[in-house]
T-cell receptor, first 116, second 112 residues
Framework: DTGVSQDPRHKITKRGQNVTFRCDPISEHNRLYWYRQTLGQGPEFLTYFQNEAQLEKSRLLSDRFSAERPKGSFSTLEIQRTEQGDSAMYLC??????????????FGSGTRLTVV | QKEVEQNSGPLSVPEGAIASLNCTYSDRGSQSFFWYRQYSGKSPELIMSIYSNGDKEDGRFTAQLNKASQYVSLLIRDSQPSDSATYLCAVKRDTNAGKSTFGDGTTLTVKP
């Protein structure tokens, strides 16, 4: 139990299809992040929410990617018209509470996307 | 040039030795620095954070920060085979909000 639940764990899709991933923090956290990680690389920032507001979006993120956090709790990441280059692990993270004295992240288990 | 640079390794040390992992960053405005451990096929796990110049110790782990040299390191004392993983360095401009930027990690192997 990492404190962040991601669904699905694995997704195989055909090129051109749309996919949606979900991230559910177990408890209330106002800051939620999406990252993407490919083999041999570190996590790459995609976007970040504070409550419902999407405060930052990577300029590397194409218009095919969209994310929402409608009620400030769970979040969804949608990729339209998937391409093989979208194959990666998609990680959701919450910022740890200030009273833990850490300001780093707790990551979910991730969703591994394979585009065939 | 990447914003956060790490030697990819692999770094191999014998069990019981000290493993030394290094990280440099380019953004002089960085305020918070983190080390994450990532086992193969798993997501990253926060193990250390540091904000001030100097050393910070937590059990077998010591993080070292030198902002003037834009350098962060992680020392693992009495390395164990269970420490074998990829170690990711991450930096953040804002201590509270905003994104972290990650390096590509150093793979550590601890041989029994």
């Amino acid at each position: 139990d990492t404190g962040v639940s991601q669904d699905p764990r694995h997704k195989i899709t055909k090129r051109g299809q749309n996919v949606t991933f979900r991230c559910d923090p177990i408890s209330e956290h106002n800051r939620l992040y999406w990252y993407r990680q490919t083999l041999g690389q570190g996590p790459e920032f995609l976007t970040y929410f504070q409550n419902e507001a999407q405060l930052e979006k990577s300029r590397l993120l194409s218009d095919r990617f969209s994310a929402e956090r409608p009620k400030g709790s769970f979040s969804t990441l949608e990729i339209q018209r998937t391409e093989q280059g979208d194959s990666a692990m998609y990680l959701c993270a919450i910022q740890n509470s200030p009273d833990r004295a850490f300001y780093g992240y707790t990551f979910g288990s991730g969703t591994r996307l394979t585009v065939v | 040039q990447k914003e956060v640079e790490q030697n990819s390794g692999p770094l191999s040390v014998p069990e019981g030795a000290i493993a030394s992992l290094n990280c440099t960053y380019s953004d002089r405005g960085s305020q918070s620095f983190f080390w994450y451990r990532q086992y193969s096929g798993k997501s990253p796990e926060l193990i250390m954070s540091i904000y001030s110049n100097g050393d910070k110790e937590d059990g077998r782990f010591t993080a070292q920060l030198n902002k003037a040299s834009q350098y962060v390191s992680l020392l693992i004392r009495d390395s164990q085979p269970s420490d074998s993983a990829t170690y990711l360095c991450a930096v953040k401009r804002d201590t509270n909000a905003g994104k972290s930027t990650f390096g590509d990690g150093t793979t550590l192997t601890v041989k029994p």
